[in-house]
Each structure stands twice: as C-alpha cells, then as structure tokens.
C-alpha cells in the first residue's frame, strides 16, 4: 500500500506543479487509487473551415493496469461549446460518449463484459472534441458542473486541470533597474492558450512602444512605469498584460579637480549627485591606483594629460561613470605668439603661420585630445583639415619642457 500511495504521489504532485495547481488542491488527491483527469493545460485549438474547436485529452491516474470500464458524465457551457465527437487513443478502448439533448449530459460509458482493455499506469485514453462559440472562447474548469466518473465501475475521483497561466512578460537582467539605462523586455512565447501569436504591442509607459517580441527601453526618471503587453493570435483573440515595473533613479557621476605644481599633486572634488536615496559608493580610477574616498589626492608619475574614472553606485545598486582628462602640466595662454590661426570662425580648413619649428595637436575645452602629430615648418603656413569637427572652440597646442603651449580657434558650420 506504501508503494502505491508513493506512485499516486509523484504522478499527482508531477501534473499539478506543472500546472501550478495549489499544494492544498494536490493534498485532496493523496490518497485516491483512480482519478480521471480532464486535462485542459494541453488541450489544443484549431479551425477547421472557419469552424474553432478545442480537443481535451481524458486521461486515467490509477494504480491498476488492468481497467476495463471507464465511466464519466457532466455537463457543460453550451453557450461556450457544443459536443462533437470522441477519439479512443487505447487500443482496446471503445468509446461509447452520448450527449443527452434533454437531459444536457455528456456521458461516456464502457461494459466491462463486452470489453476489455489494459491501460498501463497514468495514461491518455481519450480526446473529447468540442466546437467552440467563437474563436477566442476559452474553456475553463468552471465550464463543467454536475461531475461524476468512474473507474472499473467503482465511484472515483475527478480532476480538471486548468488552462497554463498566460505568462508575464520578462525582463533580461536582474534588479534594480535603473534610470538611463536599458531595459530590456521579452515575452518568452509565440503562443497563447493554444493559438499562435501573430503580433506583438508593447507600451513601455514611458512614451515607448514597439511591436517586436523582444526590444529595449530607457527610462529617464525614477517611477513605478505600468507596462502593458498587448497579444493578438492569428485569429484576432486580445491578450493584455500587464505590470507594474519599478525605475530607481541612476547617479549622475561629476567630479573636478586642480594641480598643484610644486607637489605634482591632483585634489579631486567628487561633484555626484542622485535625485532621491544616496550614494553610498565611489570608485576612482587613475589608470595605475584605485580609490574608494569622497577626495581623494593622487600623485601622477609625470606631468601630463591623464584620464581619471569615477562610478557612484547609490544605495539600491545603481550606477554611473564619467571619464575627464585631468590636466597636471603646466599650460600657457600664448601672447606674443609664434604661430597664428585663420580664418576665425573656421570650417572645413585653418591655415597655421608658424614663426617656429613645431609639432602641435588639436585639443578641445576639456583638454581631450581630438587629433595630434601635425609638424609646422618654420615661416611657412601649413593647412590642417578641420572638417570632422563639430562647432565650438579648439585649441591648437605645442608641448615642451612640461610646457603646454596653446592658441584657440572656433568652428563654425
């Protein structure tokens, strides 16, 4: 008896986890020897010259594997479905499946003296066919009333098994989700209740849509967003779905700094801010040390030009980086100058008069360096192609002797 309880356990709890029956509901079938099942999480939809109809497979969870009667009788939604027919998939097994117009009763029943089949354990015995009202008619547990089944001709139990749960929409990286950043949304099937997906409409909440299965969004600003996903099957049928998704808002990473050239050393000013909550980390990278201080101080090996990396995580996990090119050399405004540039406002071409040999480069406001390695000869002018740039000012720098030596110029298109 032990061994038999165990096999009607994990044949049971198997079809009700995957059809995410409650553990209450798989308690009350512990103890049953034979149980038909109704199983509607894998009844199939089809049309067939414009008429819908749904096959429900019936199968028997029973510990004998000598049956030789199956009985059942209920009623129906005749409002949602009409009886059509019954397919046998046991050999052995002839349905004898009657709908009774007065009495509104589909019945099935089998004579253990005229027939004689064996179903081996937990099997798929029948498919009973109903056409449907119309296309998008879905067939629930609660369509059926006034149930009664049995096996071997003993009273037994029954079960319908509800439809799959239409299932969410996901999203493709863990929490938190961040403002600013993408957001990335995928609805994992291509089908819904048995019918085939044939579009997709997303509204992401935030101004956002798309009509693809998968695709991004970025959000601007913290909020709960409530996004909808709209599921049409080849039919025409309407899913809607919905939930509400939760933005925390990103950092916005800053910081300044200044040299100081007796010491050679760079104090840097975190400048972070955040909308709500709190910054509750900060990452410097000066491409040779690391530092997690609000401050901190850094010594660069020699003067130069350096990139310096800060990434402010707030307090539920969100980030932002910024990279500035901080200045530690020396840099000189040139006033009696040794080349000079024009036309001012350029455009596509500045023409350089250089008194000096030189090597110079272009540089933007920031000190980025845009392009270098351009030689000037001595009293000659040498043209320098421009038109990549996009409008603003520029300057045009020589360096030497930890000297940065510079002349501003503006573009204009």
Request: charged share 10%; hydrophobic share 40%; net charge negative.
């Amino acid at each position: 008896m032990k061994n038999i309880l165990l096999r009607i356990f994990v044949a049971i709890t198997a079809l009700f986890v995957s059809n995410e029956v409650s553990a209450k509901q798989s308690n009350e079938f512990l103890n049953l020897t034979d149980t038909v099942v109704f199983d509607l999480s894998t009844a199939t939809y089809s049309n067939s010259g414009g008429v819908y109809y749904i096959d429900i497979p019936v199968l028997i969870y029973s510990n004998d594997p000598g049956i030789n009667a199956l009985d059942f009788w209920f009623h129906f939604d005749l409002s949602k479905m009409t009886y059509v027919s019954t397919v046998s998939l046991e050999a052995g097994l002839d349905p004898f499946t009657n709908y009774n117009v007065n009495s509104q009763v589909l019945s099935n029943t089998t004579s253990g003296t005229s027939i004689a089949y064996s179903a081996p354990t937990y099997s798929e015995l029948l498919i009973l066919r109903f056409s449907l009202t119309n296309a998008c008619t879905d067939i629930l547990p609660s369509d059926f009333s006034a149930i009664t089944a049995l096996v071997n001709g003993n009273l037994s139990s029954y079960l319908f098994v509800p439809p799959h749960p239409i299932p969410p929409f996901t999203i493709q990286q863990p929490q938190p989700y961040c403002s600013g950043n993408d957001i990335v949304f995928n609805y994992p099937l291509t089908t819904v209740n048995g019918r085939n997906i044939q579009s997709y409409a997303w509204d992401f909440g935030n101004g956002q849509t798309s009509a693809l299965q998968s695709d991004t969004a970025v959000y601007a600003a913290e909020g709960n967003y409530p996004v909808v996903l709209t599921l049409t099957t080849v039919d025409g049928c309407v899913y809607p779905i919905q939930n509400e998704v939760p933005i925390y808002p990103t950092p916005v990473a800053a910081f300044s700094s200044s040299w100081d050239e007796p010491t050679n050393v760079v104090s840097f000013t975190n400048e972070s801010s955040i909308t709500s909550g709190s910054i509750n980390l900060l990452a410097w990278d000066f491409g040779s040390s690391t530092s997690n201080l609000q401050n901190p101080n850094y010594t660069f090996p020699i003067p130069g030009y350096y990139n310096v990396t800060l990434t402010a995580t707030s307090d539920l996990g969100c980030t932002s980086s910024i990279t500035q090119l901080v200045t530690a050399i020396d840099i000189v405004e040139l006033e009696n100058r040794s080349f000079r540039i024009f036309p001012i406002p350029a455009s596509d071409m500045i023409q350089v008069e250089s008194s000096v040999h030189a090597v110079v480069r272009i540089t933007d406001v920031t000190g980025r360096i845009i392009s270098e390695n351009y030689i000037l000869q001595g009293n000659q002018t040498t043209n320098i192609n421009v038109s990549s740039l996009e409008n603003g000012y520029y300057f045009l720098e020589s360096v030497g002797n930890d000297v940065v030596m510079r002349e501003r110029f503006l573009i204009e298109n």
